[in-house]
């Protein structure tokens, strides 16, 4: 598989995530066990974003360096593409996280660590699948109009579903869980297990961090594909990805709270996935440029997010 992906790019890499990881563990340790304010959101979420932005640019510079600057653009084009793709495809993870919260009880101090648990093992995972698909792809290039066919199907179901809350009572996940683990209906600190009576017992802490996780790797399934569309090249595939998960805890307790002024968002978000899908169906016979994507991806995020402002959600069920 073609990669611009060197020693040094990954290196640089690991160790700007792992950096700023053990950063944001520290200073939410520091900050001990606490709702966390819209403010501090803000800022969290403000530094991940500057940090993909930092990351970008210092890979343009270093392409611009060893190779041309026509190559440290097109790298640079898809990497943003594809950070907006994905950072706007998980806005659908937080109403999701929000309902799990809200279904679990989970005290506000406790939601910190559930987010952290549960995007570090969307990430593993994530790395995994991307991995996967980019190997799939090189050797079938006929996959891309599958994905291309999936993105749209999902786009349509999508904006169907839209609105709807889905049922966790028939999420197969949970009710496996409740079949095959001792559970603990309460909660013991940050403690994911608890023995009571000799027996080894699963709290509900230990559920919603490994719904999380599911639910992230659910909507990687259709995410993941997207940005294949954008760029095949797993190095900026993995890269992209990843600092847009790495925002989401911050993104959840920034959006938390304005979940519901964005009613319109999943209509939004399915046509983008519509958009994507389309594009990967004609990969072959049209070229849409790079910067051509991420205009009418942005645009079509804009429009969303203005007319949810400008049509609240209780004028719609009018």
């Not at 999902?154 to 001792?182: C, F, S, Y």
């Amino acid at each position: 598989m073609e990669t611009i992906g060197n020693p040094i790019l990954w290196a640089g890499f690991a160790g700007l995530v792992t950096a700023a990881l053990l950063v944001d563990l520290v200073l939410m340790r520091h900050g001990g066990d606490h709702k966390v304010t819209f403010r501090e959101a803000a800022l969290w979420s403000a530094g991940w974003v500057g940090l993909a932005l930092i990351f970008n640019g210092g890979l343009w510079w270093y392409l611009r360096e060893t190779a041309d600057v026509v190559l440290a653009n097109r790298v640079a084009l898809e990497f943003l593409t594809g950070y907006l793709v994905e950072k706007s495809l998980a806005v659908d993870n937080i109403f999701v996280f929000l309902m799990l919260f809200m279904y679990f009880a989970v005290p506000e101090e406790q939601r910190q660590r559930a987010l952290v648990l549960g995007v570090l093992g969307a990430i593993v995972l994530r790395g995994v699948m991307i991995f996967a698909g980019a190997v799939l792809l090189t050797k079938f290039h006929w996959l891309l109009y599958v994905f291309g066919a999936f993105l749209l199907l999902t786009g349509v179901k999508m904006w169907i579903a839209a609105g709807q809350e889905p049922d966790l009572e028939k999420n197969p996940v949970l009710r496996w869980m409740r079949r095959h683990l001792p559970l603990t209906p309460t909660y013991h600190g940050h403690a994911m297990t608890w023995r009571e009576h000799g027996k080894r017992l699963y709290t509900p802490l230990f559920v919603v961090v490994v719904m999380i996780g599911i639910t992230d790797v659910i909507f990687a399934v259709d995410s993941i594909p997207a940005i294949f569309a954008i760029t095949t090249d797993p190095f900026i595939v993995l890269t992209s990805n990843v600092f847009a998960v790495l925002g989401l805890r911050a993104m959840y307790f920034l959006l938390a709270g304005m979940a519901g002024r964005f009613h319109l968002l999943p209509y939004g978000l399915a046509v983008v996935l519509g958009f994507i899908g389309v594009k990967m169906l004609l990969i072959d016979v049209v070229k849409i440029p790079v910067l051509a994507s991420l205009a009418v991806v942005a645009a079509i995020l804009a429009v969303t997010v203005v007319l949810s402002l400008r049509r609240p959600a209780h004028v719609e069920a009018q």
